[in-house]
């Protein structure tokens, strides 16, 4: 198929695409989506054959406002419409009890759904013009760096989906913070925009996911099913090393290798001359970090590297959701020094 290319201005016509069961490159503040009409089986499935993603993987259903949750969604606590209240719109991913209009292919089965209100306005409007809710995933091919830019999902997805919208670059650069309101206490399954501090001040305790900070046995069944999978990897293996950034630039500096690309902070491109060296972003600046991990990952591809070594940022605020990312693609192979 051609995809179509669409500009922000033409919410009207990507929303006929959804409307019409179609698969829509769709613009968020985290990330590049793939979205369907979120009540439409056969198009759902179809979101799962061309990102090539496992069945068993469940998708967030994208609304305009919080009135449409209980559309969807049953036994709401008070605790989700506080959060709705002080984060929506924006990168925050509520688990709650699902009704049975939502269908088995966008939770994979599961009683739980995955609601959220994107901050971005043409989104919002297209779904509104759609009048149906969007199911989503990240827009990329299964496993590899989600897109922070309309360019970004073409490479994988051109030819695979109907139309793409293009808003820009995304402003957050990483998917949504995933917190499960079914459990007591809360849950946090996967940090994102809002951190887990921010979450804790509206809720109190926060418990925070094996799955977020280490990778899970084979037997193991995380509960964001997505954890579970090798994700945002470049071609190339990565090492990431955690500590003191002089330090870790040092390391790094006297152990990369001929092939060797490096993944490093603004401050430390000049430790590795004449490597491949891709920055993101002043070691102080965690939005920024933020924006760049995914376009950073994928620019590996585009470079001769053998091998790939990170410096990390630290866990606090924004630093969870970026640390948790960079430690998937590189399958949590991490030193710490
Ligand atoms: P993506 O944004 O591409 O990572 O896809 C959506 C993410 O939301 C996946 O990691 C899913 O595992 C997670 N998710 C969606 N629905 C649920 C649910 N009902 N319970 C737990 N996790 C979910
Ligand atoms: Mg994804």
Redo the contacts with the bound molecule.
Sequence with gaps: MTTLRLAAGDADRAAEVIASGGLLGIPTET?YGLGANGLNERAVRAIFEAKG?PQDNPLILHVPDESWLERYCEDIPAAAYELSGRFWPGPLTMILKRKDNVPDAVTAGLDTVGMRCPDCAVTRAVIEKARVPVAA??G?A?GRP?PTTAAAMLEDMDGKIDAMLDDGPCKVGV?STIIDLTVTPPRLLRPGGVTLEELEEVLGEVAVDDAVRRLMAPEEQPKAP?MKYR??APKAPVTVVKGDPDMTAGYIAARMGEGSGILCFDEFKGYFRGHPVVTMGPVSDQAEQAREIFEALRAFDHMEVTDIWAQSPTDEGLGLAVTNRLNKAAGFHVIEL
């Design positions: 990330v993603r995933p990240s990329n299964s989600s998917e997505g994700h945002y």
